[in-house]
Every structure is written in C-alpha cells, then in structure tokens.
C-alpha cells in the first residue's frame, strides 16, 4: 500500500475552493461586488472567465492583492469619511478613492456621520449640503464644535453651485458642484490629504 503524504487529501479539498465567484471574492475583500467587477477590469484583480462569461477569483490572488493594496485598511491609506444621503453617489466616491488608495467610510445621513466621527476621527470628509433632517451645513458646524475649526478638512459639495462661497466662509476646504466631475474630487481629496 503506497504511504500517502500526511494532510495531502486536505490540500485536495482545499484546492478545490481556491476559486472563488464574484460574490464570494468580494466578501473575502470586504469589498461591494461592483468594486471587485472594476479592480477586474483596471487590471487590478485577475480574474479568469468560464464558458459562460462568469468571473473566478483565485484565493492566493486575492490575497496578494490584500498584501499589496489592503482596501479598507485605515492603516494602509488616509480615512475618507463620506456623507451622502444618495447610496450610488457613495458607491462611486468609495470606489474610486479606493482605487486611489484611501480607506473610505459611508454615512448615509449626517447623524450617522457624527456617530462615524466618534469612532474614528476621519482625514477628510465629503460632505453633501442638501440632505433630510440634518443637512451638510449643520454637520460642518457640529464637527467643527466637537473638533475644532479646520482639524478635520471636509469637502463640501452641492447641486446649488452658490454654495461655494458659503462653503468657504463657514470653513470647509473645498466645494465641488454636483453633479460632480469624479476626476474633480478626487483632485481635490489628494491637495488636502494625499495618499
């Protein structure tokens, strides 16, 4: 009887979930699917293709790619705290600045971004004027009670282009129009925090 090598049937099992789908990958990432679907893209993930066009991500990929560029790590990056009331607004700001190499936090509401603040105190906020109940300028004048005036820079961006003066004068660093040019952002994210 041949001696088999101690763990070998293990490794066999293993390697049979060394590829992972779409949805598995992202969850291995902590990422949205739709961020893992434009890393693939750019180049930044390999993924392979089955006959029927489905992505496959192979585990030691990932983790090289984790090595490399460790999205959602503060550590690896400066902290992006973004406010948006508008969840695909969010989406495409996190994964571009993703993509940019910074670590970005969501709040769907200006509460939830002061509560985001209590936990970690951000490099830079995107903050949205028009949002319900509480709007961007109330938050701007909250964080710079708790924090101070200008310790943490945030970014102010609105539909109402006239903002921008007033944006300005109550202490932001930035004002983007919406709907905004990305490229414009993201611009203005690495003159204040670069990555």
Sequence with gaps: MASREPGSSRRAAAGENDWL???QAAKFLGVAQSTIRKWSDLGRVP?????GGHRRYKRGDLEAFLERS?????????????VDDDPQVREVVRINLE????????????????AALEDEAPDLILLDV???????WEML???QEIHGVGSIPVVMFSG?????????ERGAQGFVGKPFDLRALIDQTKQIVPA
């Design 21 to 23: 789908t779409l949805g």
């Design 47 to 51: 993924a392979f293709y089955t006959p």
């Design 70 to 82: 460790g999205p959602g790590k503060p550590a690896r990056g400066p902290l992006v705290l973004v």
């Design 99 to 114: 993509m940019e190499g910074y670590a970005v936090r969501e709040a769907g509401n200006a509460e939830d971004g002061l």
């Design 130 to 136: 028009m949002m319900p109940q509480v709007d961007g």
């Design 141 to 143: 004048r909250r964080v």
């Design 160 to 168: 109402q282009l006239d903002a921008s003066t007033e944006a300005v």
